[in-house]
């Protein structure tokens, strides 16, 4: 399953007069502003980031403010660790070791108003091997090997990845071309997946993929935001659905990263 999807945008408003001259008035009450708040957990040792913004409004500065105020925590059950602003509205709390099975909270109090959200580390699920294949100038695609990650999927439970390609300094999987993956029917089996979304890479060209395991809530949160750009049944946006409660926009997302690197040779 292949996505593409921009930055996530909460609401667009377009106002087109092309002829008309006439000045009309109108009375339109301001949308309350909502709190927005990404963060990404990864497993091991890694500074853990919370971004805290406000949408902005349909008829005035349309930007996002940032919140630079907040109280914001996170409990692995045990501990409840303080996360600091460190200014942008950005929180960090460096150096911290999140570990697979572990269910963490991060709660988040802005303004009196309480926003929380839970997650559980996955397992790392590890690449077998990194595998290309040359192809031909054709209709559809440039002359070039194709690369494919392969891997072995878990029995018995589901499994949620994303993943990413980075050809020399070139990235394929980021938040603009977006490779979703579940093992829906292949639960237990060895995955073996060409990476048609991303352009082809040339002889001697180092690759390397990242294989990043996440939870179910984190996939459907990412579709989500596709749906909401994407547009494709023609129906008016929504908000995707994150994982915070008490209307709160945005997601708290956890991720183990697996990656393999390997020098095409023809």
């Known amino acids: 399953m292949k996505k593409l999807i921009p930055l996530l945008i909460l609401s ?27 963060a990404e957990l990864y497993e091991g040792t890694n500074d853990f980031s919370v971004k805290i913004t406000k949408t902005g409004n349909f008829f005035g ?9 907040a109280t914001v925590t996170l409990d692995d059950g045990t501990t409840s660790y303080p996360i600091s602003h460190t200014g942008n509205g950005r929180y960090i709390l460096p150096a911290f070791t999140a570990i697979s099975g572990t269910e963490y909270t991060l709660v988040v109090n802005e303004n009196g108003n309480n926003f929380e959200a839970k997650a559980t580390m996955p397992a790392l699920v590890p ?15 440039d002359e070039g090997y194709l690369t494919q990650i392969e891997f072995q999927d878990p029995a018995g439970e589901e499994n949620f990845y994303r993943l ?22 292949l639960d237990g089996n060895r995955i073996e997946f060409p990476l048609f979304a991303a352009d082809v890479a040339q002889a001697f060209d180092t690759i390397t993929m990242e294989l990043h395991s996440c939870d179910e809530n984190t996939l459907t949160y990412l579709e989500g935001v596709d749906e909401v750009l994407g547009g494709g049944n023609g129906a008016p946006p929504a908000n995707p659905d994150g994982n915070f409660n008490n209307g709160a926009l945005g997601n708290f997302s956890v991720y183990a990263v697996a990656k393999k690197s390997t020098v095409i040779i023809p």
């Open 61 to 69: 500065d349309n930007s996002l403010e940032v919140i630079t105020n």
């Open 164 to 185: 990413f390609l980075t050809i020399q300094d070139e990235l394929f999987g980021d938040i603009e071309n977006l490779i979703l993956l579940d093992d829906g029917f």
């Open 12 to 38: 667009v408003l377009t106002l087109s007069l092309s002829s008309c001259r006439k000045i009309i008035d109108i009375e339109q009450e301001e949308a309350d502003q909502t709190t927005v708040i990404q």
């Open 127 to 141: 690449i077998d091997t990194v595998t290309y294949v040359f192809l031909p100038q054709s209709t559809f695609t």
